[in-house]
Structures are given as C-alpha cells and as structure tokens.
C-alpha cells in the first residue's frame, strides 16, 4: 500500500474534482490541517546524507526493469510476481524484495490534478523527506496538489519516528531506513532518486532482510541516461 489507510480518506478529498474543490475549499482545508498538525512525521526530514552505502557482495542478478536506474539484489530468490509498477522477488523464510515505480502514470490521480505542475516525481521525494508541513506551500493550483501529495507521503517513512537515512553519489539520492514491526518482522525502506530521469522513482522494500544486505542493493544502484515520460 503506497500510503498508509489513515491517509486514504484526506487523499480522497484532495483528489476530488477540481470544480468541487473551488466550490467548498477542500484544498484549502487540507493544507490548514498539515499545517496545524501536531504530530512528529509533520516536522520530520530525513539526517545530513552521509557516504553512499558499499554494493552488494554476495552472487547477484542485475535489474534493468526501473526506467530511471538498474541495480543488482540477491540471487536465491523463488518466486517473482509482478503487475504494471511493481515487482516482488520472494526469498524462503518470509523473506522478500519489493520494488514499485513511482511515477504519475502509477498514481492516476496525482497524474490527473498535476497536468501543468512544474513539480517532477524528484521535487516531490525531495519534499516528502526535507520539508514539512509547515515549510510554504506553492502557489500554483497543480503545484500545491503535488506539494500535498509529498506531505502526506511523509507518514510512509517518519510516522513511526525511526530515523531516515540520507546518501548522494553523483546524480542519485537515497533515502532509506530499517523498522522492527509488530511481530518482530525486519522491514527496510527506500526511495531512489536519479536526477536525470525526474519523473521516475524507485522505491525499495524488503522483509527479513538484514539492514546491511539492502544497503548494499542501494549501494549497486546505478543511474541510467535521461528517460522523458
């Protein structure tokens, strides 16, 4: 799920008809509750970058499906599944890669209300983990649906207070972080960012796998030439 179900119901709102939200300010009321929000993922960003993680050591495969970057994970994998934006490797032991596209063309309805945006996928993982809701909010009607839209992005990553970590290395960025969930499941995050290719990014997921072994799939991350949607 690309965003947590507390979400589900603003996001029905924001997403409304534009005629709708002219007429009885939903917008408007949206950006008053981030800004009034209270809670810790409001004002949370990711830490100052630090070096870009060592590659992956163990026998790999190499990944070119991602329009904007190829990477390399673990080989032993048993299973693949897949639909349109995403991909699952399934490992034994409940262990398991997750990779989804995020681009417009995966969120119709961010595809829909952003047509004459100047904001790209990348300003808006940009946002979603160095801004807040507090930070102003453009004024452009298409640039404020983005601008939301990475606000609201935000409890994906920080509502449970674990620290994201941030790396560069030429034109990528990562941002990534490791969770102990209920049942003692180890669940790691990431999204990707190659500034050639704006539009598109990679986020990345994995359960029972250790933090080191998926830094080290963030680490073979390489940038592929410009792609144009």
Not at 71 to 92: E, N, Q
Not at 131 to 157: C, I, Q, S
Request: aromatic residues 10%; glycine residues 4%.
């Amino acid at each position: 799920m690309r965003i947590f179900i507390a979400c589900i119901s603003i996001l029905s709102i924001l997403f409304a008809s534009t005629a709708d939200l002219a007429a009885n300010g939903a917008l408007d009321d949206i950006e008053n509750r981030l800004r009034n929000c209270k809670e810790k993922w409001c004002l949370a960003v990711a830490r100052p970058p630090i070096p870009w993680p060592s590659p992956i050591r163990a026998k790999t495969v190499t990944i070119e499906a991602h329009p904007a970057v190829i990477f390399k994970i673990p080989l032993g994998y048993t299973h693949i599944r897949s639909t349109d934006y995403f991909l699952m490797f399934i490992y034994g032991h409940g262990k398991a890669l997750i990779l989804e596209e995020l681009s417009r063309d995966a969120f119709p309805e961010l595809r829909e209300h952003t047509k004459a945006s100047s904001m790209t996928m990348a300003d808006a993982a940009r946002a979603t983990f160095t801004g807040t809701t507090r930070d102003k909010v453009p004024e452009r009607l298409d640039d404020r649906y983005f601008w939301n839209w990475a606000m609201l992005f935000k409890t994906a990553f920080f509502e449970n207070g674990v620290p994201v970590q941030a790396s560069r290395k030429d034109t990528l960025s990562a941002y990534y972080l490791s969770t102990r969930r209920k049942g003692g499941n180890l669940v790691n995050e990431a999204l990707i960012i190659n500034e050639k290719s704006p539009d598109y990014i990679l986020k990345l997921k994995s359960v029972h796998m250790t933090f080191e072994e998926f830094k080290g799939i963030i680490g073979s991350v390489a940038g592929k030439e410009a792609v144009k949607p």
